[in-house]
């Protein structure tokens, strides 16, 4: 491939040939100069040399005069040294003389014209030189020029490009020919890459879970910036302690060590540095020689995950700082500064997204909290009940190996599955001892009753979040009291007409209703409790969610231990 030149060089170099051409012309010049005088001082001495040959033969001079410049001519004077050392006096001795002498003339005047011819022809071949040498260079010259030209001209169109089209599609990179073209064309790459972030925002629904949010996110981030592990993390404030999202990795059978949930003080590593220094991206090139400078309990884990490096960025929502981006690579030195670079501005706009999100999802929380509580105030047996119905779903879900951010919402949502019971009179609701049929017939009601406070939620907040995100609330209260046989109610769905959550969260209702005392029945100790859970494998319960109860039943019996009325 050819090597590219910056146009920098290019200039340099037509004005070291500008140089050249300069001294050229003046050699050039000076050697026809010199050429020309030397043949005028020659023609001068010859003038002289004829003018004494004239006085020599007209008796003007003597003979002798004339054996000086012949010396100087390098003209064969022996004879003529001999003729005048012979002293002779007779005419026949001066005609040898003087034959001699017109040998001599025709000697110098044969010399001058060869000298002539010599000199003539070095100021030609000078002449030529000097105009074929300048019009070679001036060539150049112009060529280089238009090349320069025609580039200026190239990258004004570039720029207006630039400004026309980056806010609203992708600006086209052409070829490079100079090495600025190379730096034009990775600013419009990273334009491009910005603007097509911006892409990815159009496609993300309005209101997304932190998890639906680090998959879309991650997978095209871990697609830009060579990376096989994306995930967030936020910062409590209250606390000062940094807590991790579950993570978006590429590599399949990898198990995730660094999980959701996981905490630290933020002032105990280098994330408290970032945010005491308002420092918006951290490079760590070789986590393993970070782990044996910090011996950071977070980068101990991702390392066994099988990463080797590591990008961060900081989010922040109106400077603020409230959480991390993370990108990993299996290879050491996967980042450099550019990388940084782009990622702070990525995240940047991406901290927006997210903050929102997290804003939606804790005000989703709360809202289920406030629900929670209202039922509270009415039903005594709430309190732990919801509790540790909540935590046996979540153990059950994990164990069925849902998506974490199905296990969140199912844990997060469980203790929602009454809230219906707000609209059941108190003579029923609190009624020591068994129900009539026509108060169980109204008891029942709490299930229809909590679907419709759900759907007018959903309806209300339509333009704020996606009714889907209300799906798995919506569904344990519709269907905890579902059966796998069908004769459940209100709909009598049968199997997996009911949804995951739903048949889990029965679960876990029932077993804990057995496990404690009400006003109608007493506690039923735990063996007896899981003993009538299995005869229920099948009928009452599906027997994927029994089974999963029964393998984790080590866990199941530490919450119903540690969380007793
Ligand atoms: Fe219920
Ligand atoms: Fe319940």
Redesign the pocket.
Known sequence: MKKMRSINKCLKKSTVLVIILILYSFSMMGLIVYEIESFEKIYIKLRNYFSIINDVVAGRKQFDVLLEPMKEFDYDYQEYENLLSSHKTDTSYKKSLLAEIRNFANFLRNYERDKLLEHDKIIRISYLSLIIGSAIIIMFLIILNNRVKKYIKKVVKKIGDISDNMYISEVPVDKAVFEEDVMINNSIHNINLVQSIYDIFKHLPINTAIEDFTFTVGSYLCNLFNSQRFSVAFIDWETENVIAEVAHILIPNIVPRLNAGFTQKLFDSSLGEMVRENRLTRIINDLEERYNLTQSESTKLILEEGFKSNLTALATINSRPFGFFFLSSEKKGNYTERDAKLFASISGVLSYRLYYSLTIQKLLSYFANSLVNLVEFKDNETGNHIKRVSMYAKIIAEELNLSPKLVREIYEFAPL??IGKVGIPDAILLKPGKLDPEEWEIMKT??TNGVKIIEQFQKDARSIMEPQSLVVMKNIIAE??ERWDGKGYPDGKKGEEISIEGRIVALA?VFDALTTKRPYKDAFPFEKAVEMIIQERGTHFDPNVVDAFLKKIVDIRMVYENLKD
Do not use: A
């Open positions: 599955h009454d709490h299930v905890h009291h209702d």
